[in-house]
């Protein structure tokens, strides 16, 4: 049986390493936290949005960014310091607004096919993960945005993504809690939110009922292939006492988001993921008042660029922003306050007296697509890079890359009733 090491316990490394035992591979995931799920997978906007499928690499983009560059509180905020990643990056930024078109269009048509996976996959195997199926309603205060919002339609309709446009009566209508006076908004009915920890927790633990062997506290120290076979350094104080401790396997998958690109470099491949900072709060709910006040349609504000998402009664997620300030973890005051300001704007009635903060790195691409594929070693693969649709993405990447290593070592790649492999 041919080995696979995992790198990272997120949720794209879960669904990876979901995916290749079901391919009957024998499959390690290295994980330096205690639990899987504990960065970029925690505490995300919880959308499953193919509607946000819209790649960032477009020059309003850059003119905002510029706009709001010294504003401390700003939906897009860049760190001024210069430095040879984050200019390298915004220099294949910029080169891929060309294909703006194009890599919407096929985020677009790869989150709808990841939502049957992802459903088929919870269902299999009894995840309860706050599930709700209300579809995402993207809401605009003004003419400019709401007609932008009409060109992305469609985009995303050659995608295969339906939604359809509504006045701000409909927009009252599907979401009556939501104040404020808007131009009007777009409805995804398919669309759907969701706990990405709890989703997560959940593969982790069914994973290991498939015999994946899931190394917690696993530091990994360095990787290296000699093309046949793939090694991984284990740091010492991960790997218990002695010392290092060295593994191989006959495969080697990065799923490590904003370490991929440390790790590839030791490869010999050059990922550029760089580390986009968002931002979430988690409003609890704590009294009736609130509940009923709270949406449970997940909404996206564009002007804002903030997500919301209810988790099961007593729990409302607001989530966004993109912070341009290298590995820098800080949860800052003056970046959380726009997002509860956000909700006491919006949604008077929730009591906004509990609320956690939190802040993870987004491992984004300089075009906005995941890497997905092979690196320069025949045993060596990548499926990270997300971005901001890790989760929207992460089932069916996964089911990509199990079946690029099943073919590439040799093994038969069955795909599951119902399930689509898309190559």
Request: include cysteine.
């Amino acid at each position: 049986m041919k080995t696979i090491a995992v790198i990272g316990g997120g949720i794209t490394g879960v669904t990876t390493a979901y995916a290749l035992a079901k391919r009957g591979f024998s499959v390690t995931l290295l994980e330096k936290h205690r639990y899987a799920a504990m960065e970029t997978s925690f505490a995300n906007g919880g959308q499953l949005s193919a509607s946000n499928a819209e790649v960032w690499n477009h020059w309003s983009t850059i003119v905002k960014g510029l706009k709001w560059m010294l504003k401390s509180d700003a939906p897009l905020l860049v760190n001024p310091k210069p430095s040879w990643h984050k200019l390298s990056w915004f220099a294949e930024f910029i080169g891929s607004i060309p294909n703006y078109r194009k890599n919407t269009v096929e985020t677009a048509r790869l989150a709808i096919a990841a939502r049957e996976h992802l459903f088929a996959w919870a269902e299999a195997e009894g995840i309860d993960f706050d599930l709700k199926k209300k579809g995402i309603l993207h809401i605009y205060r003004d003419k400019a945005g709401f007609e932008h919002a009409a060109e992305v339609s469609r985009l995303l309709a050659e995608g295969g993504l339906p939604r359809r446009s509504v006045t701000p009566e409909e927009m009252r209508a599907i979401e009556p809690t939501l104040a404020g006076t808007y131009y009007g908004g777009y409805y995804t009915e398919c669309d759907s939110t969701g706990d990405i920890h709890k989703f997560t927790h959940g593969l982790a633990t069914a994973i290991e009922r498939l015999g994946v062997r899931c190394r917690y506290g696993a530091d990994v120290k360095s990787v290296a292939s000699d093309g046949k076979r793939a090694s991984v350094i284990l740091a010492g104080a991960g790997a218990g006492v002695g010392g290092d401790e060295r593994l191989e396997f006959d495969g080697l998958v990065v799923c490590a988001g904003t370490a991929s690109r440390a790790l590839a470099a030791q490869l010999g491949d050059r990922v550029n993921i760089y580390p986009v900072k968002g931002y979430s709060i988690t409003v609890n709910l704590t009294d009736e008042i609130s509940r009923a006040s709270a949406p449970t349609v997940s909404l996206l504000d564009d002007e804002t660029k903030l997500v919301s998402s209810r988790l099961g009664d007593d729990r409302f997620r607001v989530a966004g922003t993109a912070e341009f300030n290298g590995y820098n973890r800080d949860i800052r005051a003056d970046r959380i306050r726009p997002l509860v300001e956000w909700v006491n704007q919006c949604f008077p009635g929730v009591n906004t007296r509990s609320v956690v903060p939190w802040a993870g790195l987004r491992p984004m691409m300089p075009n906005m697509m995941p890497k997905v594929g092979r690196g320069s070693s025949p045993c060596v693969f990548y499926n990270t890079g997300h971005g901001h649709l890790g989760w929207t993405l992460s089932a069916i990447t996964a089911d990509m890359i199990g079946d690029m290593v099943a073919q590439s070592l040799g093994r038969p790649a069955p795909v599951a009733s119902g399930q689509t492999a898309v190559a």
